[in-house]
Nanobody, 127 residues
Framework: QLQLVESGGGLVQPGGSLRLSCAASSGTLDTYAIGWFRQAPGKEREGVSCISDRGSIRDYGDSVKGRFTISRNGAKTTVYLQMASLKPEDTAVYYC????????????????????WGQGTQVTVSS
């Protein structure tokens, strides 16, 4: 079973930046498409961003487009979510997830294909 761990969350001021990381407990992540999702109190979980296993395909939710950037590190051990121009409404628990359909060279911000989930990291945007 693939196990994922998120890190990098914390408290930031509005307009600030934060970088989240998603890593597997072992091995690399380049076999899998990786998605970032978030869930705020009282709200449904929403797709934030995704990156394909090859890294060539990326997608973003409308609410974060132009502010967030997803990427893989060179060793393919980590997927990052760089968040800029953060707003209070970005406050949520952020989760990364892996698409079980390995080597697809595709990704989606819909939750259907993602069977492997991390435990989340809290991002709080507040002054």
């Amino acid at each position: 079973q693939l196990q994922l761990v998120e890190s990098g969350g914390g408290l930031v001021q509005p307009g600030g930046s934060l970088r989240l990381s998603c890593a597997a407990s072992s091995g690399t992540l380049d076999t899998y498409a990786i998605g970032w999702f978030r869930q705020a109190p009282g709200k449904e979980r929403e797709g934030v961003s995704c990156i394909s296993d090859r890294g060539s395909i990326r997608d973003y939710g409308d609410s974060v487009k132009g502010r967030f950037t997803i990427s893989r590190n060179g060793a393919k051990t980590t997927v990052y979510l760089q968040m800029a121009s953060l707003k209070p409404e970005d406050t949520a628990v952020y989760y990364c997830a892996a698409d079980w359909r390995a080597n697809r060279n595709s990704c989606t911000i819909g939750m259907g294909p993602y069977n492997f989930w991390g435990q989340g990291t809290q991002v709080t945007v507040s002054s």
